[in-house]
């Protein structure tokens, strides 16, 4: 016997057939002997809708007024599947996020987990019930409903494996598991059946949206095994995992890519202490998240300073910037919007040399120029123009034969 948590997310609940599926599916396992508690989201669209609601009584709708009527999404889906439950003879009981106190903090639309206290659960568990959880809510101090952000039952789901420490948190989706790289780009990715955290962490927040990040980060840090699968196919997904030296682990474990790249150069900055404060503090303050950041050698006592921002910000942060240029009496803005971001991602970086250079002369053989290049631990990034990217992406599959199961190293 072992205790699962099983999250749906919206697609696979997004309709009465798609929840009695549910239903079967928790049933079985239910009847194998496992204690289990479902997370469900909300049916697919429905999150989106009530915002829109929202939006129309207020162009910015009150936040924790937001939070009371986005979070009931949820609570539609958790009765739906327990009455599927019951249905078919199988005991289950729903509750609300703030009804099993998922206690958070009080930062409407994007709560942060604080406490999870297990009573009420393990009592429902212990008498076999299958215990039917919300997603995506809590409650704070004062007992207001608050939200964990977009893709937030995920973290819901995890939170409360680590909580409870279940054998596993399983999550289902509308895909089979995690890519070497995005199979539209590339038909010949392949699913992993293992990926680390840190890796995970990097594809998720290079664009890989498979998992809300929060819940990849809340994993690793409660060393919760976590796994991806499909509720649509037979399959045993993609596990998430501390990296074990017996893993299947080649060098580099995926690609990921950013469509939104935008690039902004500032030349013939005058090279003194605290320019690249004057440079990027009014960016900042114009809220603009800022990536990758390049200051080139000083030239002639100037020089030149690049940096990336999101596409949709690009108008903005070049206004801001224009504005510094005459400050600080620098030559010229220049910029550019049509780019984007292809990054390798593996563990086996920390401890093998010339990866890079591969990356580079497989780049170099299709004449795809770079722009820009960042490197972190277990990642390096390229910024190319965004015509090359199904090319780029296709040539470092290949190059670091992603499309075969790697002999452990
Ligand atoms: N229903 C929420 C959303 O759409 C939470 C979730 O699905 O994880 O963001
Ligand atoms: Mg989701």
Known sequence: MAFYVYKFGGTSVGSVERIKAVAEKVKAAHDAGHQII?????????TNRLIDLAKEMQVQPHERELDVL?????QVTVALLSMALHEIGCPARSFTGGQVKILTDSSYTK?????????????????GEVVVVAGFQGMDEDENITTLGRGGSDTTAVALAAALHADE?????????????????????RRLE?????????????????LQIRSVEFAGKYNVALRVLSSFKEGCGTLITYEESTMESALVSGIAFNRDEAKLTITGVPDLPGVAYKILGPIAEANIEVDMIIQNIADDATTDFTFTVHRNDYQRAKAVLAQTCLDLGARAVTGDD?????????????SHAGIASTMFKTLAEEGINIRMISTSEIKISVVVDEKHLEQAVQALHAAFHLDQVVATR
């Open 38 to 46: 479902v997370v469900v989201s909300a049916m697919s669209g429905e």
């Open 70 to 74: 986005i979070s009931t999404g949820e």
């Open 111 to 127: 709560a942060r987990i604080r406490k999870i206290d297990d009573t009420r659960i393990r009592k429902h568990l212990n008498q």
């Open 169 to 189: 948190c399983l999550i289902f989706t509308d895909v089979d598991g995690v890519y070497t790289t995005d199979p539209r780009i590339e038909p010949k990715a």
């Open 194 to 210: 293992r990926i680390t955290f840190e890796e995970m962490l990097e594809m998720a927040s290079l664009g890989s949206k498979v």
């Open 338 to 350: 049509t780019l984007v971001k292809v990054s390798i991602v593996g563990v086996g970086m920390r």
